[in-house]
């Protein structure tokens, strides 16, 4: 199999080494140039918390065990708020990722008056907007709070250049210098019954990072306030990440390793897991 992996990968190496250097390519780069931002955060004092929600489940014939957890942490490794559930489900159930988000909302509900900015990790959309109960939780709250920023570290959204690639790897070509792009938006109803508008931009907030995609609720978002957020959520980042959200992430994430030691604790341990029959 490997083998035939490897020649399959050999004829199409020009095939796909074009891809990254067509007409095209270099053209949607330098789209994403001219709306390159450059500049240098100021990295001004605040009070940050960040949320991350983390899950896990393991699978076995006619049921999952499963773990959810969101954890809420300031710049300095402080928790602000935890929530946590265990459960073992039937398999056809598919609630695990929606019960996750609603934790985040449960968390935002909980800790959005107490910093100068919430910082949530992932994309407003795909980590919310899920079902109608949860536009109907989430919505007022963002409408209500400024102060409530998505940062996501990956993004396939390709709606600006309509390109090959998600944009993201454009601007990513276009500079490794500290700064943001031009104002993007999405508009639509893809995950809620409202037309609703979300603003973003791709920024880096030290050079030679990962770019990080920012977004912020509603429309009439200016290119300053975007400024003013990143020269906050700067004065504490670590590698070009706010480090709330390293924390959060650290003290949220669940392992199959953990799972594993509570199937045993339950006495799972001689239930036949869904994949054993191609293991």
Known sequence: MRNTLLKKASERKNENIDKL??????????KAKEMWIEFIPKKEPCKIVAIDSSYAEKKYQGMKLYGIDVFASDENGEKIFEKSDVNIATGEEDKVASNAAMFE??????TVDKADFVLVD?????????TKEDEEKIIPILENHQ???????????RTHF?????DVMYFNH??????MTKILKTIGTRFTSKNITISYVYARLAADTQLLKIEMFGDGHTEEDFKHVIDHIS?????GYPYALKLAHNNCEIHVKDLEVIASD??????????EAVS
């Open 162 to 166: 309509d390109a090959t690639f998600a």
């Open 174 to 179: 276009a500079s490794k210098k500290t700064g």
């Open 235 to 239: 004065y504490k980042s670590k590698h």
């Open 105 to 110: 909302m449960i968390a935002l509900e909980n």
């Open 21 to 30: 250097t067509s007409k095209e390519f270099k053209e949607t780069v330098k």
């Open 266 to 275: 339950y006495g799972l341990r001689h239930e036949i897991g869904s994949r």
């Open 122 to 130: 992932g994309s407003v959309l795909s980590h919310n907007f899920r």
């Open 147 to 157: 102060n409530i920023i998505f940062v996501a570290k990956t993004s396939n959204s």
